[in-house]
């Protein structure tokens, strides 16, 4: 486009066609580049370059409620922010280079962050220019000041709001400005009290009519409020707050009831309540404790917040304090240095991160407390809420929620009691309760952890998520094992260079420096030593740094803590424990047992995060924090034949855990209460099977189908202890036990222990697949001329046979006993059209468990007609065991 511009002429308008204008969205945050050039009459050229993006903001309803919701394009957004006050180690206010302010929009978004709120700064127009680039919402704070309120601070505040909109009007991300925080600056000083007195709440409702003018197609928020102050002119309702994750619900619950037009709630009198959105713009547990919380994981308090959010949909986002650590909040997303911090909840639901919390289709699932105590065997419903902030229309009407309930016993062995498959009814911004879970509880004390993935039609997950419950009762022996065990706390003996002390009474025993613990635990009344086939010492630990709170020191914490307190060691504050992340804190402990050696342990970290379910479930509501969330490893130490002996001879076990003085990590012992595992220190003993083992098959009932056929299991043992168990539904595999190198037996496939397990899912754990194992594309296929149509059970295809292939048949089963083995010959016949399938079938799979340890499936299968096969056995080998807790291929059974 070329113009001329007329003698004189100072300003120049003009209307330039954008034939193929796209507009800027944060999935598309397109930018339009510009290049002006002046020139003529000989005078050199003048050239700029530029840029601009299109788009609207604005208020509207959430679809289908009267609830108002901030819109980018006409559509609503769910504000998902964090609070941006952007120091960087190297040069404060200062970056070092483009590179680093580009990637702190990176990070914002990597995690399904869509905001950032820039705190009480004018931000470098650099960083803008990235999350225009990247696509990531702006809400742009002026700055204030901490002193009165008088003319002189005034005019400044008037510079800079004006300057920032000259200069920044341009950037498509900037949806809000932020006239004043926390009424900082606002209060004057009455009779020894801070007011905020009516000529300055008029003075900040005409500074909010001079932004409007200045730029009506932004929002524009007077004052955002903490502490109990107030609106007085704005376009968004917002409120800070600071709380334990336990009191969320009831509060958010609270403030959505105060939500209305014409309430007084969050308004400076005479002002009301409009139609204005109402969101958090500041939140995190930093200082929801007494005094703040130091560095300390904020992963467990953040999930129930965010659970609390989800569950109350005229709440239209939040905004959590904060991006990374500054001097005096160290609840950053990332450190000060922008090393990760590690929340732990992909080692709870494999493949979770914050992502999931940020989800727009999203699943909240249990208590407000995220972890509850249960009885054995209880019948419990899970709570379900459903927050589908998307307008898309992919899904159709339901997606599948599948939940996992798994856990760790009193042996810290890992254990699935149940898995569930659920259609949840879709429709765009549906927010709305859904029918409990009706899970139940094992028999057994236990840490139990309901994980659930939400997935569409594809089986891609939308969104993960858990809730968590703590069995407590009696722990019994089985009947070839005894257990002694002790508290963590009841040491005989015990010394350390740094300091010694216990948490939450007898919860967990600590140790700084180098030192050792040393227990004696009873040896079990009438066990003969002769009896014990192996033996093994169990107990959760970590290593134990000398945090900055634990140290006898006399020092006094001077100084405006909101300037760090007088000191700069986050770890100092009384509710502190580091959050787990990029350093680490190392220890390694030597164990012997009745003086004899029984190996040498690393300990990696003093983690503290989300996998410490005891620890934060032992947390009381007293508004102080007891090291919560931290946790350790689960050591299984081999204890050999001579200090068995030696403990029948004394009638003590002797465990001495020592750390050298070479690498003075600390040693910290977790209770049964305290931690991960639900393990006290103990001592198992696996007892000698006195029975002669000789192979057999033995069959024996294993429940009942829906309509009323009965299930039959198959158990397959041979001479060298080794274990078969099959079913007759499905011809599934449901445990193959294997005596472990220490001649224990452990279970290593997956599976259920009972028959709801399987009829709730449709895993394929164990089960014979067919008629055609793997998938058939648009459930057709063509033979001699004919095209056949199959049931379809994945989107448009079919899967493993269909919607009731042969893992979903009742199959007859027929012992043998011969001198290849034990086994047991199953047999279905499938009849012609049978899920589409052509020909009658007859298939026969032989399970054959032999002397030489081999387990041997053979198949057999006749037909009538021409059809495709393809069968095979779909089990899922587990390796590692039951025990859980990681590891490497060493730790293999």
């Keep these: 486009v070329t113009h001329r511009i007329p003698r004189g002429a100072k300003t120049l308008h003009l209307d330039i066609p954008l034939p193929e204008a796209r507009r800027w969205s944060l999935d598309d945050p397109f930018l339009h580049e510009v290049v002006v050039s002046v020139g003529g009459g000989g005078l050199a050229q003048d050239r700029v370059q530029t840029y601009f993006g299109m788009r609207t903001i604005g208020v509207v309803d959430l679809p289908g409620t009267t609830y108002r919701y901030v819109a980018l394009n006409g559509a609503p957004v769910y504000l998902q922010l964090a609070l941006d006050q952007a120091y960087h180690p190297e040069g404060y206010y200062t970056f070092p280079s483009d590179s680093v302010l580009r990637d702190e929009i990176l990070r914002a978004r990597q995690i399904g962050l869509n905001g950032l709120r820039e705190h009480i700064k004018i931000e470098a127009p650099r960083k803008l220019y990235w999350a225009d680039r990247l696509g990531m919402l702006i809400m742009a704070d002026v700055p204030n000041w901490w002193g009165p309120p008088d003319s002189a601070a005034f005019r400044e505040h008037d510079a800079a709001l004006r300057g920032m909109i000259a200069r920044d009007y341009n950037h498509p991300s900037v949806f809000a400005w932020i006239l ?23 003075r900040v409702a005409r500074d909010y009519r001079l932004a409007k003018s200045l730029d009506p197609t932004r929002l524009v928020e007077d004052n955002s409020v903490c502490c109990g102050s107030g609106h007085t002119e704005t376009d968004l309702n917002t409120w800070h707050e600071y709380l334990p994750g336990w009191r969320w619900e009831a509060h958010v619950e609270r403030l959505s009831d105060s939500t209305f ?3 007084t709630w969050n308004f400076r009198s005479p002002w009301r309540q409009a139609r204005q959105p109402m969101c958090n713009s500041e939140f995190g547990n930093v200082w929801g404790y007494a005094g703040s919380t130091g560095d300390v994981d904020w992963s467990w308090d953040y999930h129930r917040a965010i659970n609390a959010f989800r569950r109350h949909a005229k709440l239209c986002g939040w905004l959590y304090t904060e991006h990374h650590d500054v001097i005096n909040e160290w609840n950053g997303y ?35 407390e995220l972890s509850r105590t249960v009885r054995p065997g209880e019948h419990v419903e899970v709570p379900l809420y459903a927050s589908f902030l998307t307008g898309s229309k992919a899904f159709g009407d339901s997606l599948t929620l599948r939940a996992e ?51 569409d039609a594809k089986d891609s997950v939308l969104q993960r998520n858990f809730t968590t419950f703590v069995v407590e009762g009696t722990v019994a022996d089985r009947p070839n094992v005894r257990v002694a065990r002790v508290p963590a706390t009841a040491v005989r003996d015990g010394h350390w260079t740094l300091k010694q002390w216990t948490v939450l009474g007898d919860r967990k025993l600590n140790g700084a420096g180098s030192g050792f613990f040393e227990y ?52 100092r504050n009384p509710n502190s424990y580091p959050m787990t992340g990029a350093t680490k804190f190392r220890s390694a402990v030597s164990v012997r047992v009745n003086g004899q050696p029984a190996g040498r342990w690393e300990l990696p970290d003093d983690p503290a995060d989300s996998r410490g379910i005891l620890s934060w479930h032992a947390q009381p509501h007293d508004g102080h924090l007891y090291e919560a969330g931290s946790y350790g490893e689960l050591l299984r130490v081999p204890i050999s034949a001579d200090a068995l002996r030696e403990g029948a001879r004394t009638g003590e076990m002797v465990v001495r855990l020592e750390v050298d003085a070479a690498l003075p990590g600390g040693l910290a012992i977790y209770g049964a209460h305290f931690g991960r595992y639900p393990v006290d220190p103990s001592v198992v003993f696996v007892l000698r099977d006195t029975s002669q083992a000789t192979p057999r098959v033995t069959r024996a009932p294993f429940g009942r189908l829906p309509d009323g056929r009965s299930v039959e299991l198959f158990t397959l043992s041979n001479a060298h202890g080794i274990e078969v168990q099959v079913i007759t539904y499905g011809g599934i595999i449901t445990s193959i036990r294997t005596p472990d190198r220490a001649g224990r037996l452990d279970d290593i496939v997956l599976g259920f222990d009972s028959l709801a397990g399987y009829l709730k899912n449709v895993p394929y754990f164990g089960a014979i697949v067919g008629r055609y194992a793997n998938r058939i594309r648009n459930a057709q296929f063509t033979l001699d001329g004919t095209t056949y149509h199959l049931a379809k059970n994945i989107g448009e295809n079919t899967l493993h046979g269909g919607v009731r292939g042969f ?56 037909t009538d007609k021409a059809t495709p096969l393809n069968l095979s056995q779909h089990t899922y080998w587990n390796l590692h065991g039951t025990t859980g807790g990681g590891g490497t291929i060493l730790d293999h059974v």
């Design 405 to 455: 309930l798994y856990g760790w016993n009193s042996l810290g062995e890992r254990r699935t009691w149940d898995t569930t498959v659920t259609r949840v009814p879709y429709r765009p911004w549906m927010s709305r309760a859904l029918p409990p879970l009706a899970v139940t509880m094992p028999s057994e004390p236990a840490t139990v952890v309901l994980a659930t993935r939400l997935m």
């Design 807 to 862: 893992d979903r048949v009742l199959w007859t089963g027929e012992p043998f006993q011969t001198d290849s083995g034990s086994g047991v010959t199953l047999q279905y016949t499938s009849r012609d059209g049978e899920e589409g399938y052509p020909g009658t079938l007859v298939t026969r799979v032989t399970y054959t468990l032999t002397p030489r340890d081999e387990l041997v499936v053979d198949y057999e299968a006749t």
């Design 261 to 263: 037009p014409g309430s």
């Design 180 to 202: 004043f925080n926390e009424t900082w600056g606002l209060e004057t000083k009455v009779d020894g009290q801070d007011r905020y007195l009516p000529a300055t709440e008029r």
């Design 334 to 368: 990332w450190r000060y240095d922008r090393s990760w911090k590690e929340t732990g909840l992909g080692d709870i639901v494999a493949g979770m991160s914050l992502r999931d919390l940020h989800a727009p289709l999203y699943i909240a699932v249990g208590d407000p």
């Design 520 to 571: 004696r635990i009873p040896w079990p009344a009438g066990l003969a030593v002769n009896d014990v086939a192996s033996a093994t010492f169990l107990v959760e630990a970590s290593a134990k740094r000398l945090n900055g709170k634990d140290r006898d020191s006399t020092a006094a914490d001077n100084g405006d803590y909101m300037r760090g307190g007088g000191f700069h060691d986050p770890s």
